[in-house]
């Protein structure tokens, strides 16, 4: 009896490959300090005309913290939010309307300090595109769309001293925006895995 032939492997998805990178990556574990607020981040991936697409917000300036500084949604842990993913995804709601349910976790990054006394965990997940997104006016003024692969483009990273800062600065530089602070930290650490 001749063989049956053999189905091809299914075709890996980007998101697929993402998960691998982020999952392949040596776990940075860091212990939030007693009294430090909690915080999480989604860093939300799409695929636009070909390409991989990350989204960013600029906050208002009426915010207490960050106030017109370039972010990934997110925010302040609440007592019933069940996980720091469950805050990333309820954030992430609150500020653009992207609803839970239409976002495919991918993995996390390394929790970070900020100098405004945030512990902030980040996780990568996939939306669709195009979305229609409700942006809370009150926090964020602009949703910012940026190619993974203009990220990726050296000249784009600067990096410098600021005062009574020990380590050097990102700024990642896109049209007339500049991505800096934990946002620019957890952009670098996504493309570093990406490379």
Do not use: C
Request: hydrophobic residues 40%.
């Amino acid at each position: 009896m001749p063989s049956s032939p053999t189905a091809p492997p299914p075709a890996r998805s980007w998101m697929d490959d993402v998960r691998d990178r982020l999952s392949a990556r040596e776990p940075v574990v860091a212990t939030p300090s007693p009294g430090i607020r909690r915080a999480a981040v989604l860093v939300p991936l799409f695929v636009k005309d070909g390409g991989l697409w990350v989204l960013l917000t600029r906050r208002t300036e009426s915010l207490e913290h960050h106030r017109g500084q370039i972010s990934f949604p997110g925010g302040s842990a609440e007592d019933d939010d069940d996980s720091p993913l469950e805050t990333a995804l309820r954030e992430t709601d609150e500020e653009i309307g992207v609803r839970a349910e239409d976002v495919k976790p991918l993995g996390t990054l390394s929790p970070l300090t900020t100098v405004t006394n945030f512990y902030v965990e980040p996780f990568v997940g996939a939306i669709p595109n195009p979305y229609p997104f409700r942006v809370a006016e009150a926090e964020i003024a602009e949703l910012i769309e940026v190619p993974v692969a203009t990220l990726l483009d050296p000249k784009v990273l600067e990096t410098r001293m600021l005062p009574g800062r020990e380590e050097p600065v990102l700024f990642y530089h896109h049209g007339d925006h500049v991505i800096w602070g934990v946002t620019a930290r957890i952009l670098k650490e996504f493309l570093d895995a990406l490379r």
